[in-house]
């Protein structure tokens, strides 16, 4: 009964005209700052905390809150359209919801992703609002070990992203781990791979990877097919708005990307990456049609952009609970909760209750705007792909120039950022996968710090990644994943020769 009483007690703060105003504030621009590759929420968040101080502490921190979860959805608006993730949790909405701007039906891509990131939303607050101190308790048993197995099972997950070839997928992820050493050693201070170039000591930023290799590269690929001859506007097909069989398809993946999402998201270090890895694998080794994903498939946005969502909501609870940051962006909040003199922690729903569940509560609200806000503008959005070659390619180089250059101001960045875009441009012409790439990247330098923390605290024995049953469990769900794509490569070569040999000469 007292929970039920602070959950209502949080609406009536959570609704008050001022509040209302912030959450409307940070939603919107959680929006923009999604669509703007290069920025992203961690960075938004960090850019209000100086404008925001002397603000009520309940409404600064709900406009953050709005900027977080905001920035979600925004982030798939550029990936669907103009295949440009701004986010490492937008490059799985980018593999099928770009192919589904290509055959006519972006606005169906961008309409399931507002539905998806409202439900999600929606789906992982209800669950925060019930489950988050229970939770608490699983999120404690999890610790090196757990924390190097669980990145293990989303890098094998990759191969779930490899289309025909698992050797070129592994390729990739390679690349991308070999990527994610380049930089200052956080254990030994040495620095790694820089080839003597100061501004690669801090390694090679995300932002920059994934710009070069989506938009770029496919600038590239579109100048191509512009000077061939072969290049054409990508015409709306159908209704703006979902089909019947698209609705059918997606309930079962935006269910099972809502829980994805929250069970990942509240893994302290985990974040909305691993939640849409695992989502996207998930819906892919479950379909009755894998062949479409990659093509197309509307399962592989609706589950991917559902658990992105949902998995903000799980990240605010190891931030509230224990006051550990759950993703980056939820480490900047945990610097505002500092600067307003306020300790998260267990004791904060005893000390605060008015202000948990006033920004609990602002979320169910914020999800409801950014529904409201987004399916009226998918017209708008969709209007970018009519723009003529001539003038789309140059806007997609200025708005991918741009967000690099405006992180760090560093030229150096640039012509890194042009590498990867021909090295993009490459791997589509001898259809290596970009997606295990990117991943690997962003997991990489947390899997190696797990690696070692684990190694450190067994005194170098190998035995500690199999020394408890979630390490087991983790360690058999990799080797199944791993079995299964060799299985389903094995039995495609298998049909392949059969029908060859039975085809006539």
Same mark, same amino acid.
Not at 261 to 281: E, V
Not at 449 to 472: D, H, W, Y
């Given at each position: ?46 850019? &209000? ?8 502490? /309940? ?53 399931? =992703? ?7 939303? +929606? ?28 990145? $293990? ?8 992203? /490899? ?13 991308? &781990? ?27 930023? *995300? ?13 590239? =690929? ?79 946005? %609706?589950? !991917? ?12 609870? !190891?931030?509230? +609970? ?6 980056? =962006?939820? %480490?900047?909040? $945990? ?23 006033? &920004? ?10 950014? &529904? ?15 723009? !003529? ?30 590498? *990867? ?35 450190? $605290? ?16 983790? %360690? %058999? ?20 020769? =059969? ?5 006539? +000469?």
């Amino acid at each position: 009964m007292d929970s039920f009483i602070h959950i209502m007690n949080g609406f009536s703060v959570s609704l008050t005209p001022i509040n209302l105003w912030y959450t409307f504030l940070g939603v919107f621009m959680g929006t923009v700052i999604g669509v703007l590759p290069g920025i992203g929420p961690a960075a938004g968040i960090a850019l &209000l905390i100086p404008v925001s101080y002397g603000l009520n502490p /309940t409404s600064a921190l709900i406009m953050m809150a709005g900027v977080y979860y905001g920035a979600q959805y925004g982030g798939s608006v550029t990936s669907i359209l103009i295949n440009t993730p701004g986010e490492s949790s937008s490059v799985m909405t980018a593999i099928d919801g770009h192919q589904m701007a290509r055959k006519g039906r972006a606005g169906a891509a961008l309409a399931i =992703s507002a539905w998806g990131s409202f439900i999600g939303g +929606t789906i992982g607050v209800i669950a925060l609002t019930l489950l988050a101190v229970p939770l608490t308790k699983i999120a404690l048993g999890f610790g090196p070990p757990e924390y190097f197995m669980l990145m $293990l099972v989303a890098l094998t997950a990759v191969s779930a992203l /490899t289309g025909k070839s698992p050797a070129k997928g592994m390729l990739a992820m390679m690349l991308g &781990l070999a990527i994610a050493t380049i930089g200052t050693d956080l254990q030994s201070g040495q620095t790694r791979f820089a080839m003597g170039v100061t501004e690669l000591q801090d390694g090679v930023g *995300f932002v920059i990877v994934v710009v070069g290799l989506f938009a770029l590269g496919e600038v590239f =690929s579109a100048m191509e097919e512009h000077f061939h001859k072969r290049s054409e506007i990508l015409r709306l097909k159908g209704k703006l708005s979902l089909t019947k069989e698209e609705w059918r398809r997606s309930i079962k993946p935006i269910a099972r990307g809502g829980t994805i999402g929250f069970l990942i998201g509240l893994l302290p270090g985990a974040g909305a990456t691993i939640a849409t890895i695992m989502s996207y694998s998930v819906e892919k080794n479950m379909s009755k049609h894998p062949q479409e994903f990659g093509k197309g498939a509307i399962e592989g946005v %609706a589950g !991917p952009e559902t658990a992105n969502n949902s998995a903000t909501a799980g990240a605010m609870v !190891p931030l509230l +609970t224990l006051g550990v940051p759950g993703s980056g =962006s939820t %480490a900047v909040l $945990l610097g505002a909760f500092v600067m307003y003199g306020i300790q998260p922690g267990p004791l904060l729903f005893q000390s605060r209750p008015d202000l948990v569940w006033g &920004l609990v509560n602002s979320m169910y609200v914020g999800n409801v705007m950014l &529904l409201l806000l987004n399916l009226p503008l998918i017209g708008l959005f969709v209007r970018l792909l009519y723009i !003529p070659t001539g003038i789309l390619l140059p806007l997609v180089i200025v708005l991918s120039t741009v967000g690099i250059f405006s992180v760090n101001g560093n030229t150096l960045e640039l012509y890194l950022c042009l590498m *990867f875009g021909v090295l993009g441009y490459v791997f589509r012409k001898i259809d290596i996968p970009l997606a295990p790439l990117v991943l690997a990247l962003v997991l990489g330098g947390m899997m190696e710090q797990s690696f070692r923390q684990a190694m450190t $605290l067994s005194g170098g024995n190998p035995k500690i990644f199999v020394g408890s049953v979630l390490t087991i469990s983790l %360690a %058999a769900l990799s080797v199944f994943i791993i079995g299964h794509t060799v299985y389903k490569a094995l039995s495609r070569k298998s049909r392949l020769r =059969s029908s060859a040999q039975t085809s006539p +000469t």
